[in-house]
């Protein structure tokens, strides 16, 4: 069992900055495959980042070169550095986690992204 919590969302200007960070519970956070989802009002929710457990890295088209993810399994947190934010990365941005040998998937609450224009 992983228990998610996600901090650092907020609201900044287009082109600025921001990092999300996701602190898990449980000794067994290094064998999950960890992810960034984002959900924006009347959107399905849509994968942003994944990390796996080796530290190989996906993104979204629409984020390349922008984010970037990263995983700390010491201190059993990943986070999210958002550069060059746009309008339309607001969204609610949520922490995922798979276990690689189960498949059980958890999900945070969910953090709030707002990028002014």
């Known amino acids: 069992q992983v228990q998610l919590v996600e901090s650092g969302g907020g609201l900044v200007q287009a082109g600025g900055s921001l990092r999300l960070s996701c602190s898990g519970s449980?000794?067994?956070?290094?064998?999950?495959?960890m992810g960034w989802y984002r959900q924006a009002p009347g959107k399905e929710r849509e994968l942003v980042a994944t990390?796996?457990?080796?530290?190989?890295?996906e993104y979204a088209d629409s984020v390349k070169g922008r984010f970037t993810i990263s995983r700390d399994n010491a201190e059993r947190t990943v986070d999210l550095q958002m550069d060059s934010l746009k309008p339309e990365d607001t969204a609610v941005y949520y922490c995922?986690?798979?276990?690689?040998?189960?498949?059980?998937?958890?999900w945070g609450q969910g953090t709030p992204v707002t990028v002014s224009s």
């Open positions: 995922h986690a798979r276990n690689i040998l189960n498949n059980n998937n958890y």
């Open positions: 990390i796996t457990t080796g530290g190989s890295t």
């Open positions: 449980g000794s067994t956070f290094r064998i999950h495959t």
